[in-house]
């Protein structure tokens, strides 16, 4: 599916969870919009699953809230 381009919710939903475990200092903030980006742009199994199979308000969403979960993955493993 793809996204309407004119509504950006999801990636805004996507950011803000990223950022709400991000360290709170430029590197952590970068790191946190470069780790979303990634995952959103790559979309690394089960993103691609869900992107490809899930349709609706709902499809549009889940992609970038599983980018999210990974990127929160990585960011916690980076700053342990």
């Given at each position: 599916m793809h996204d309407y381009g004119g509504i950006v919710w999801d990636e805004?939903?996507?950011m803000l969870l990223v950022l709400a475990f991000a360290p709170a200092a430029w590197a952590g903030w970068l790191l946190a919009f470069a780790l979303f980006r990634l995952f959103d742009i790559v979309k690394p199994w089960p993103i691609r699953w869900f992107d490809q199979r899930v349709g609706g308000g709902f499809g549009v969403m889940i992609d970038d809230v599983i980018a999210a979960l990974f990127a929160i993955a990585v960011q916690a493993l980076i700053w342990r």
């Open positions: 805004v939903v996507g």
